[in-house]
T-cell receptor, first 115, second 110 residues
Framework: AQSVTQLDSHVSVSEGTPVLLRCNYS??????LFWYVQHPNKGLQLLLK????ATLVKGINGFEAEFKKSETSFHLTKPSAHMSDAAEYFC?????????????WGLGTSLAVNP | DAGITQSPRYKITETGRQVTLMCHQT?????MFWYRQDLGHGLRLIYY???????DKGEVPDGYVVSRSKTENFPLTLESATRSQTSVYFC?????????FGPGTRLTVT
């Protein structure tokens, strides 16, 4: 069975320092992986996606994620946090084709950015 | 281009009443989804639709009804609202695998 585990429910960083949000997945197939961001009282926005091309994926607002099959990980990083990065981040896996496009969602990591 | 819209954005209703949440897209994406978001549970899939007139249950379908007579609309109906259905509801569409979300409807059942 496919699953997603976000290893930290809360992460707090200082402005200007690096961000690391950790995500492990379990999938029997070759998955597509996504990170979504949700700012307070807002909808969900696609941050970046991995779909079996380059293992290092660049997204919006300076975020990156690296797909590591051997570690079954898809951690999200950013070199320098900005106050506007404070939000909830969701790691998401889409199993192989034929699953009716259903996504499997992590429970989210709340990122706080301190001045 | 409006993309995906949801209405109403906020709704307060009483226990036992029927409520319909609307979702409309302008992209002609074949897949549409309804989620609810609750603290501690993340996003949970209620129903989804692969095309007009094709719908299927998700993780938490009890108490909800959907229909999809047109590609662009995917209404969600709470037949007899209960307090446990107080939540934020998100509609999403998909062309390939990534999903695109509406702004959400915050529903309170009193």
């Amino acid at each position: 069975a496919q699953s997603v585990t976000q290893l930290d429910s809360h992460v707090s960083v200082s402005e200007g320092t690096p961000v690391l949000l950790r995500c492990n997945y379990s999938s029997s197939y070759s998955p597509s992986l996504f990170w979504y961001v949700q700012h307070p009282n807002k909808g969900l926005q696609l941050l970046l996606k991995y779909t079996s091309a380059a293992t290092l994926v660049k997204g919006i607002n300076g975020f990156e994620a690296e797909f590591k099959k051997s570690e079954t990980s898809f951690h999200l990083t950013k070199p320098s946090a900005h106050m506007s990065d404070a939000a909830e981040y969701f790691c998401v896996v889409s199993p192989d084709a034929g699953n009716n496009r259903k996504l499997i969602w992590g429970l989210g990591t709340s990122l706080a950015v301190n001045p | 281009d409006a993309g995906i819209t949801q209405s109403p954005r906020y709704k307060i209703t009483e226990t036992g009443r029927q409520v319909t949440l609307m979702c409309h897209q302008t992209w002609s994406h074949s897949y549409m989804f309804w989620y609810r978001q609750d603290l501690g549970h993340g996003l949970r899939l209620i129903y989804y639709s692969a095309a007009a007139d094709i719908t299927d249950k998700g993780e938490v379908p009890d108490g909800y009804v959907v229909s999809r007579s047109k590609t662009e609309n995917f209404p969600l109906t709470l037949e007899s609202a209960t307090r446990s259905q107080t939540s934020v509801y998100f509609c999403a569409t998909s062309l390939t695998y990534e999903q695109y979300f509406g702004p959400g409807t915050r529903l309170t059942v009193t």
